[in-house]
C-alpha cells in the first residue's frame, strides 16, 4: 500500500508511554501531526528516524518495514527529515549541505541543483555558517527534496521565522508532493500553518492518537478543543 | 611463588586508585568537568611534601599543608577556568584540564628534575606481618591509612551526597544546572566546594601513593590513567563501582607486575579492564538532537 | 558563483600551499644556520611530526573526537617499520605502506569500543593507549636486527635501519620527507575536500542531522580513525628511517599530550594548523632549548595555551591567521570595488 502506515506503535521512556498503541495511515500531500507538548509528536518522527527504539509495532513506508531498517540507510529508502533545531552544517557550503544527502542516498548530483532552485535559494557556494536563519531553513528543506524522497518529516519547519518568511515556507512546503511526489508529515505549533498546509491532521495526546481525519473536520471537533486548542486557550490567558 | 605481598601491594594502590576515581567522579558530577589534572595536582602535591620534609618540616606539618594546596591550586583552577569551563561542552572541558595538567608536569620537571626520589613517610616504618610459611607479607601503617581511608571516604562521600546540604546541592546540579540555579542553589559556591574537595583528595592521594610507589612527577601525573579507567567503569556516575573498580584495577596491575614475563603489560590493564567493561555494557551511543553551535 | 567555483578557489588554497611548500623545500637546506647539521635534522623530524599533528587536527578539528595517543602511534608505526626491515629487507617504500596499514589497523582496534560510549570515553581511552605503549615500547626496545618477535639485541651490537636510497644524507633526506610529507597532506585534503570530508563535517556537527542524511556514522569514523592512524604510522616510519633506532625515551605518554596540546593551540581545523603544531612540538622546544631556556617550561606555556585555545579560542593561530588574510582580503576587495 502506499503511504505511510504505523500499527500500533508503542514507545516507553522509563514508565511513561510516550507513544501509546497508536496506528495511523497516511496516503499522499501534506498531513499534520499535532497536540500539546509532550504528546508524542517528535517521538514517532524519532521511530521513524530511528533514533528511538519502538518497544512494539511496526511502519510501512510504499509497503516497506521501516523500523527493521538500519537508520542510516532509511534515507536510501526515501525517508527524509528536518528538525526544530536546524542541522545545517556550518562548515560546509550550501550547495554541499545538499549535495550530502544525495550522495548518501545514491541519487543523481542533478537533483541537488533542482532542490536548491526549487527553494530559491542564491548564492548556494556561501558556508553554513554565512546563512540566514531562513536561508538555513531553506537547507533544510532542500536537503528534505532531493534525490527521491517518499516520505519527507518536518519538525516545526517555520520556528523562529517572522509571518513573511513563514508563509514564503509555506508555499514551498505546500508544492513538495507535487514536485517530488513525497508524502509530507507537518509537526507545527502554529495552527493557521497547519490549517493553510494540511489536507489532513492526526491529533495526539499524552502518547494516544485522539483524533484523525479532514484537517477542517478534525479541528472543529470538541474533544481537539479541549485537549489542544483548550491549553493553548489557558496559556493565552494566563499571560 | 608468594603472591600474598602482590596482593597486599595491589590492593593498597588500588585504594588509592578507588579514592582518587571518586575524587574526579565528584568534581565530575558536580561540574561538568572530567579532571585529566588530578593526578598532576597529586603530583605536585606528593613533591612539595618531600621538599618541606627536606627542608625539616615534621612529616605530619608536611603532609597537611601539602594537602591544602592540592585544594587550594584545584581550587583557583576552578576559579580562575571555571567560567570560562561553564560555557564549553564537556569534551573541550576535558581538554583544557588536560592542558593544566601539562602546565603542572611542566613545572613539576622545571622545579625538581625527573629524578627518582624516595618520600618515605613515617607511618611506613612500623606494621605487621599477615599470612604464615609460604604465604605472607608484611603490611605498614601507610598501607593500612591508603585502605582505610579509601573506605571513610568513599562511604563518607556518599553520605555526605545524599544527607548534607551542600551534597544535595551537588546532586542538583549534576541533574540539572538551570533548573538548580533557580531553585536558588548557589552554582559557584558549590562547584568551588567540589574543586576544593577534589584537590584535597588529589592531595592526600598524591603523597600517600608518591610513599607506596615512587616521587616522580610523569608517573604521578599520568596516575590519573588508571583513576580515570574506574570513573569510566563506574559509568561516570557510580561511587561503589568506580571504587570497586579502582580496587581491581591496582590488584590485576600488581598480579601482572609479578609475572616477570608480562610485567611490561601491567600499565595496559586499565585499558584492558576499562575497554572489557565498555564492551560489556549495551548501552549504545544514544543519539541526541543537539542545538547547533556557530 | 557557482559551486564550481567554490571548488576552485579551494584548489587555489591547495596550489598556494603546495608552492609555498615546495618553495620551503628547496630553499630550507640552503639556508645558513639551520639548512644543515643540528638545525636540519631537528627541522626533518619537526616535519615528520607535523604528520602526526595533522592526524590529531583532523581528528579534532574534522570530526570533534580527541585523540590523545598520536605519538604512541608513531611509535607503533616506527617499531613496524624496523621490525618489518629486519625481517624483509623490502625498500624503504613498501616498508613504508606496510607499517602505515599496520598502524591504522592498531589505531582503529584499540579506538572502536570507547567510540560506541561518547567522546569523552574516547579521550579517556586513547590516554590509556598512549600511557600502556609509552612502557610497552619502553620495555620491548624497538628492533635493531635481534632474534625473535622482539627483534633487539640488548647486549648494544645491534645495527642500524639504513636511510631510503632516495635521501641518504641529510638534506636529501629532508627533501625526501618534504616530498613524503607534502603528498600525504595532499591526499589528506583531497579526502577532506571530498564525500568523506563532507560526511565528516555532518558528523561533527551533529550524529542526528548526519544519521538523517543517510550516513553511516560508524563507519566514517572508522574510516577517519583509520586513515589518521595510517598518516600517523606514514610519521613513525621516516623517523624510523631518518636515524636507523628509535629511542623509547622519545615516545612518553606526556609526548601525545604535548602534541594535542600544540595542534589545539596551533588550530585544527586546517592543514596548515597542523603543520605549524607539527614545528611547535618539535621545533621550538629545540630552539628554546639552545637559547638556554628550560624545555620544561614550553610544557608550561603549551599547558596554559591549551586551556586559554579551548577556552576562547577554538581556532587556534591558523584560525586566527586565516581571519588576519580575510580581513585584509576583503579590505583590498573593497578598494578595487570603490575604484
Known amino acids: 500500500m502506499a503511504g505511510l502506515t504505523l500499527s500500533n506503535v508503542t514507545v516507553r521512556y522509563g514508565g511513561v508511554r510516550s507513544l501509546d498503541d497508536v496506528s495511523m495511515a497516511f496516503e499522499r500531500g501534506v498531513c499534520g501531526l499535532i497536540g500539546p507538548n509532550g504528546a508524542g509528536k517528535t517521538t514517532t518522527f524519532n521511530v521513524l528516524s530511528g533514533f528511538t527504539v519502538a518497544a512494539t509495532g511496526s511502519a510501512e513506508l510504499d509497503g516497506m518495514d521501516l523500523l527493521r531498517v538500519a537508520p542510516h540507510r532509511r534515507a536510501r529508502l526515501g525517508l527524509r527529515r528536518s528538525f526544530q533545531q536546524e542541522q545545517v552544517i556550518r562548515a560546509l557550503s550550501a550547495y554541499d549541505n545538499v549535495r550530502l544527502v544525495a550522495e548518501h542516498t545514491r541519487s543523481a548530483l542533478t537533483s541537488v541543483g533542482r532542490a536548491l532552485d526549487y527553494v530559491g535559494l542564491a548564492r548556494a557556494e556561501r558556508l553554513g555558517s554565512e546563512l540566514t536563519l531562513l536561508e538555513r531553513r531553506l537547507v533544510e528543506i532542500a536537503r528534505c527534496i532531493v534525490g527521491q524522497p517518499r516520505l519527507v518529516l518536518l519538525d516545526e519547519p517555520a520556528a523562529g521565522l517572522d509571518p513573511t518568511e513563514s508563509e514564503r515556507l509555506l508555499k514551498l512546503i505546500t508544492g513538495i508532493p507535487d514536485e517530488v511526489g513525497a508524502l509530507v508529515l507537518l509537526v507545527d505549533h502554529d495552527m493557521d500553518l497547519v490549517r493553510a498546509a494540511c489536507g489532513t491532521v492526526a491529533v495526539l495526546d499524552f502518547g494516544k492518537l485522539i483524533a484523525f481525519g479532514s484537517t477542517h473536520e478534525v479541528l472543529a471537533s470538541a474533544q481537539v478543543r479541549r485537549a489542544y486548542l483548550g491549553v493553548e486557550d489557558d496559556e493565552e490567558s494566563a499571560c | 611463588m608468594n603472591l600474598l605481598p602482590f596482593v597486599v601491594a595491589g590492593l593498597v594502590i588500588g585504594s588509592v586508585y578507588a579514592l582518587s576515581g571518586v575524587g574526579v567522579l565528584v568534581l565530575y558530577r558536580t561540574t561538568g568537568v572530567l579532571n585529566f589534572a588530578h593526578g598532576a595536582i597529586g603530583g605536585l602535591a606528593a613533591m612539595l611534601a618531600w621538599q618541606f620534609i627536606e627542608n625539616g618540616l615534621p612529616a605530619s606539618a608536611a603532609i597537611a599543608l601539602c594537602v591544602t594546596i592540592g585544594a587550594a591550586v584545584s581550587l583557583v583552577f576552578g576559579v580562575v577556568a571555571g567560567p570560562y569551563l561553564g560555557r564549553i561542552d564537556e569534551l573541550r572541558k576535558a581538554v583544557a584540564t588536560l592542558g593544566f595538567s601539562l602546565a603542572l608536569l611542566g613545572l613539576m620537571l622545571y622545579l625538581w628534575n625527573d629524578k627518582a626520589r624516595r618520600l618515605l613517610l613515617p607511618t611506613s616504618l612500623t606494621g605487621f606481618s599477615v599470612g604464615n610459611g609460604e604465604a605472607h607479607a608484611r603490611v605498614n601503617l601507610t598501607q593500612l591509612i591508603c585502605l582505610t581511608l579509601a573506605i571513610v571516604v568513599v562511604t563518607g562521600a556518599a553520605l555526605a551526597l545524599r544527607y548534607t546540604a551542600i551534597g544535595t546541592a551537588m546532586r542538583a546540579l549534576a541533574s540539572d544546572r538551570e533548573l538548580a540555579a533557580v531553585l536558588g542553589t548557589s552554582v559557584r559556591l558549590v562547584e568551588n566546594a567540589a574543586w576544593a574537595v577534589s584537590g584535597a583528595i588529589a592531595g592526600i592521594s598524591g603523597v600517600l601513593v608518591a610513599d607506596q610507589t615512587r616521587l616522580e612527577p610523569a608517573f604521578l601525573t599520568f596516575l590519573v590513567i588508571p583513576e580515570l579507567a574506574a570513573v569510566v567503569v563506574g559509568r561516570f556516575r557510580s561511587l561503589g563501582m568506580t571504587m570497586v573498580a579502582g580496587l581491581v584495577i591496582g590488584l590485576v596491575q600488581s598480579l601482572v607486575s609479578s609475572q616477570p614475563s608480562i610485567t611490561a603489560f601491567s600499565t595496559a590493564v586499565p585499558f584492558v579492564i576499562a575497554t572489557v567493561v565498555i564492551l560489556a555494557g549495551t548501552r549504545r551511543r544514544t543519539v541526541t538532537i543537539g542545538v547547533v553551535r556557530a | ?339
Request: net charge positive; charged share 10%; aromatic share 8%.
Open chain 3, 1 to 339: 558563483m557557482s559551486p564550481q567555483s567554490v571548488a576552485s578557489n579551494r584548489t587555489r588554497g591547495l596550489i598556494t600551499g603546495v608552492a609555498l611548500a615546495v618553495l620551503a623545500v628547496v630553499l630550507v637546506p640552503s639556508l645558513p644556520g639551520i639548512g644543515a647539521g643540528l638545525g636540519l635534522r631537528t627541522l626533518t623530524v619537526a616535519v615528520i611530526y607535523s604528520l602526526a599533528a595533522a592526524s590529531a587536527g583532523v581528528l579534532y578539528g574534522r570530526l570533534g573526537l580527541v585523540s590523545i595517543m598520536q605519538v604512541g602511534l608513531v611509535a607503533v608505526g616506527g617499531w613496524t617499520t624496523l621490525r618489518l626491515h629486519y625481517a624483509t629487507g623490502l625498500p624503504f617504500e613498501v616498508v613504508l605502506l606496510l607499517a602505515a596499514l599496520v598502524t591504522a589497523v592498531v589505531g582503529t582496534v584499540v579506538s572502536l569500543p570507547a567510540l560506541r560510549l561518547s567522546g569523552l570515553s574516547l579521550a579517556i581511552t586513547t590516554l590509556m593507549i598512549a600511557g600502556a605503549l609509552e612502557v610497552i615500547v619502553r620495555y620491548t626496545g624497538f628492533p635493531n636486527g635481534g632474534p625473535g618477535f622482539v627483534g633487539r639485541d640488548a647486549t648494544g651490537s645491534g645495527s642500524t635501519m639504513p636511510r631510503p636510497s632516495l635521501g641518504q644524507d641529510d638534506q636529501t633526506y629532508f627533501r625526501y620527507v618534504a616530498v613524503v610529507v607534502i603528498v600525504v597532506l595532499v591526499l589528506l585534503w583531497w579526502l577532506l575536500a571530498s564525500r568523506p570530508g563532507r560526511a565528516w563535517a555532518a558528523i561533527r556537527q551533529g550524529d542526528a542531522g548526519a544519521m538523517a542524511s543517510g550516513i553511516n556514522t560508524t563507519a566514517y569514523r572508522v574510516l577517519a580513525l583509520a586513515v589518521t592512524s595510517a598518516v600517523t604510522g606514514v610519521a613513525g616510519a621516516l623517523l624510523a628511517a631518518n636515524s636507523g633506532v628509535l629511542d623509547p625515551v622519545s615516545f612518553k605518554a606526556q609526548q601525545s599530550v604535548l602534541l594535542f596540546a600544540t595542534v589545539l593551540i596551533a588550530g585544527a581545523f586546517s592543514l596548515a594548523g597542523a603543520v605549524i603544531g607539527g614545528l611547535f612540538f618539535y621545533w621550538v622546544p629545540q630552539l628554546l632549548n639552545t637559547w638556554g631556556v628550560d624545555g620544561n617550561l614550553v610544557f608550561v606555556i603549551l599547558g596554559l595555551g591549551t586551556v586559554q585555545a579551548i577556552t576562547t579560542a577554538p581556532h587556534g593561530i591558523a584560525g586566527q591567521l586565516e581571519n588576519l588574510s580575510s580581513a585584509l582580503r576583503s579590505r583590498t576587495g573593497r578598494r578595487v570595488e570603490e575604484s
